[in-house]
């Protein structure tokens, strides 16, 4: 399947998601562009910190016009094994990641069992991006207990399952990613942290960490 098919695909399910139906312009401040029949048309610009753009996609013709350059390596699948690369286009959100960890930071809880039983940690989501733009593959390691899985996994889906794809040599290729949270109560009392496996032990693409707090219980 070609970019251009699978861009266009991604395109067409962004659209679906919205839910204007009068024309209008949208500026939320990490993402600018307009809405016609709940559609996004024309170009629609994605930012990033310091109100930077980082991804250009033009909703009518269903091309990518501008992403951010990256010069750091992504582990993808050469030739049937796991290895770090540069690639070109690299995988990315397809939108703009203050969404991604707005959705996440709005919606994920401290699970009842782990503040009662006073359990805090760094677990990781680990996720592959596939050659049409899907996030698949999703598994939660370090959850010792089996406290936060559940929970991950759950906000986890509610992010629109859109990726660019990465691009090795001009053709697709999977990507691997991994999303840490640190779940943290907040207090004096000692908790029962649990064992960390370090990030140096996990071979993906790190993204930026969702910490986690609640009050400690009385």
Same mark, same amino acid.
């Given at each position: 399947?070609s970019?251009?098919l699978v861009?266009?695909?991604l395109?067409?399910?962004?659209?679906?998601?919205?839910?204007?139906?009068?024309?209008s312009?949208v500026? /939320? =401040?990490y993402e600018? *562009?307009k809405l016609e029949? $709940?559609?996004k048309? =024309?170009?629609?610009?994605?930012? *990033?910190? =310091?109100d930077s753009?980082?991804l250009?996609i033009?909703?009518? +013709? =269903?091309t990518?016009v501008?992403?951010?350059?990256?010069t750091?390596?992504?582990?993808?699948?050469?030739? @049937?094994v796991?290895?770090y690369?540069?690639?070109?286009p690299y995988?990315?959100?397809l939108g703009a990641?203050a %969404?991604f960890y707005?959705i996440?930071?709005n919606?994920?809880n401290?699970p009842?069992?782990?503040?009662?039983?006073?359990i805090e940690?760094?677990?990781?989501?680990?996720?592959?991006v596939?050659t049409? $733009? +899907?996030? !698949?593959n999703?598994?939660?390691?370090?959850?010792n *207990?089996?406290?936060f899985?559940?929970?991950?996994i759950?906000?986890f889906?509610?992010?629109?399952?859109?990726?660019l794809?990465?691009?090795?040599? *001009?053709? /697709?290729?999977? @990507?691997k990613?991994?999303l840490? #949270?640190y #779940?943290?109560?907040?207090g004096? +009392? %000692?908790?029962s942290? #649990?064992?960390?496996?370090t990030l140096?032990?996990?071979?993906g +693409?790190?993204l930026? %960490?969702? !910490? !986690?707090?609640t009050?400690?219980p009385k």
């Open positions: 399947m970019r251009e861009l266009v695909i395109i067409v399910l962004i659209a679906s998601l919205t839910g204007a139906s009068q024309p312009d500026d /939320n =401040g600018r *562009g029949n $709940g559609y048309v =024309g170009v629609w610009e994605y930012f *990033g910190n =310091g753009v980082e250009k033009n909703y009518d +013709k =269903g990518l501008y992403l951010k350059p990256d750091s390596k992504y582990f993808v699948i050469i030739d @049937s796991w290895t690369k540069h690639v070109n995988p990315r959100y990641y %969404e707005t996440l930071g919606n994920i401290y009842t069992a782990a503040r009662r039983d006073q940690g760094t677990v990781f989501l680990i996720f592959e596939n049409i $733009g +899907k996030a !698949v999703i598994a939660v390691l370090n959850d *207990g089996g406290y899985t559940d929970e991950i759950d906000v889906n509610l992010i629109p399952n859109l990726w794809t990465a691009s090795y040599n *001009g053709k /697709n290729v999977p @990507s990613f991994i840490p #949270f #779940f943290k109560l907040t004096e +009392k %000692e908790s942290a #649990f064992d960390i496996t140096s032990t996990l071979e +693409k790190k930026l %960490e969702v !910490v !986690v707090t009050p400690r």
